[in-house]
């Protein structure tokens, strides 16, 4: 790396993640919505235009095609039937907002930790200006953060590589999640189900009990879903398992097993 090169990337505040997360609304953000999402999916639906079937447990889009993985979201969100939902790292605010719509009755709420990703969210979704914060999930827990019945993130750990802050947003997610935290993530970024294992074995997790399940969208994507209690749901045992079926990335496997070897659970006795 030439003299240039490296003072810029030094000057980079959070260089080890994806992106810098205070030039991402402009950098990224707002055209990969436009010209990836918006030009494939329905990004946003309002009151009626989705249906949710509690006995099949299945989402009718009646007829619009939605991202996959936000028909997980929707889908674990109607299943579940939680009081509250909180996004974390709600970006542009398009799937807490279509939750909202859906789910009147439940209160959803999303934290960012880019204050231009969530004037985003306003200027797409002004109805839930009160329902938006801001919010790093890597910082120490808050006891103003806003705890709900199931919190979820979607494509927001996987591209957080600096330090142990995954484990930290992770372990924060638990802490505001009364019943369930749900991971809509690409799953070759971090090893989850043994991140989620030594954090919890190490006493990193609030709860008294963690189960782990396969969350699966009747489209096709599949995230983690940790629960409190039991549910009847397929286990995940291992991230094998999570990662079936997908073609491996040797790099980003190499830099989730590097990223888990930075971890030092608990208090291991000497
Ligand atoms: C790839 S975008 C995904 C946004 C949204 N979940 C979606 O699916 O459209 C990642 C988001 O995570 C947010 N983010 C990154 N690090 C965060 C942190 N430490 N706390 C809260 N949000 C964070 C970014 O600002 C960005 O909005």
Partial sequence: MNLLKRLLYKKRKFYD????WNNYTADSYHRRLKQDVESQYQARSGAGDLSFDP????????????????????????????????????????HISTAQALFPEIMCFGGDRGASQLDLAVSRHPHMRDRFGLQDITMPYSRDWPKTDLVYSQAVLMHI?????????????????????????NVQCHDFVA???????????????????????????????????????????????????????ARRLKRAAEDSARAIFGFARI
């Fill in 55 to 94: 006995a099949s447990g299945r989402l009718d889009t009646k007829g619009a095609v939605l991202h996959p993985n936000q028909v997980l979201i929707l889908e674990t969100i109607g299943r579940l039937q939680p009081a509250s939902v909180h996004e974390v790292g709600c970006g542009g605010g398009d």
């Fill in 161 to 185: 590589h600096t330090a142990v802050s995954h484990f930290v947003a992770l372990s924060n997610m638990f802490s505001v999640a009364n019943n369930q935290v749900l991971l809509v993530e």
């Fill in 17 to 20: 993640d994806d992106f810098d």
């Fill in 195 to 249: 991140d989620l294992h030594g954090l919890w074995s190490g006493g990193h997790l609030p709860w008294p009990d963690m189960h782990l399940y396969l969350a699966e969208g009747s489209t096709g994507a599949r995230g983690v879903l940790a629960s409190r209690v039991e549910l009847s749901m397929t286990r995940l045992e291992s991230d094998a398992q999570l990662r079936e079926g997908q073609k491996p990335s």
